[in-house]
């Protein structure tokens, strides 16, 4: 991976998805422990907020795939 760009968008990847593997369970208990649980388009906050972070992470992948993980004879 010699491309600086390729190495800057996996970089920026990986910070993502870090944060995505953080976020989905940790403040989410706090959506759980709420007096009102209110739904939000008929789901239960937490299930959405789950699929948010999900979503993230599937995309993060499908970025890497298609930008990130080629070889150099692939890259151009």
Do not use: H, Q
């Amino acid at each position: 991976m010699n491309d600086p760009a390729r190495r800057k968008l996996g970089l920026i990847l990986t910070v993502v998805f870090a944060i995505a593997l953080l976020m989905g369970p940790g403040p989410g208990i706090n959506l759980v422990n709420d007096a009102r649980p209110d739904p939000v388009f008929g789901f239960p906050r937490i299930y959405l907020w789950g699929l948010l972070w999900y979503a993230v992470e599937v995309t993060c992948v499908v970025l890497a795939y298609l930008f990130v993980w080629k070889k150099d004879d692939e890259a151009s």
